[in-house]
């Protein structure tokens, strides 16, 4: 069985960047299953795994703006600390979700701390990187018809409800 829209499949993976530092693997645990051709994972990945096999492994690099997006100096303003009523203690490094002007929510990190004055960074922690993945295909199968409506896997692995 080849990957391709609507299988449900499990790969085992390492993340990491270009210093060589691991973000993010699933070594000792369970592999991650998705729901392939539903965005599940990023897209420069999920287009590299189409029509692979079972057992395949493969060293995937995706550039920014098929990840996490480019970083755009426009996510990043500053506040003024009354606008966050109700934390006890303001750290840089602290996260807080907040809605973007286009009424989405988005996650902003705080970066610096000045007096009154906030910065906060609405891009993702991983925006501007480069990201390289070392994947290998452990599993494939059929995704069930109420899998692909909900356009995520069930069971093992995936979604519980
Ligand atoms: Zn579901």
Redesign the pocket.
Known sequence: MLIAANKAVSIDYTLTNDAGEVIDSSAGGAPLVYLHGAGNIIQGLEKALEGKTTGDELNVTVEPEDAYGEYSAELVSILSRSMFEGVDELEVGMQFHASAPDGQMQIVTIRDLDGDDVTVDGNHPLAGQRLNFKVKVVDIRDASQ??VA?G?V?GEGG?H?
């Open positions: 109420e899998e909900h995520h069930h979604h409800h």
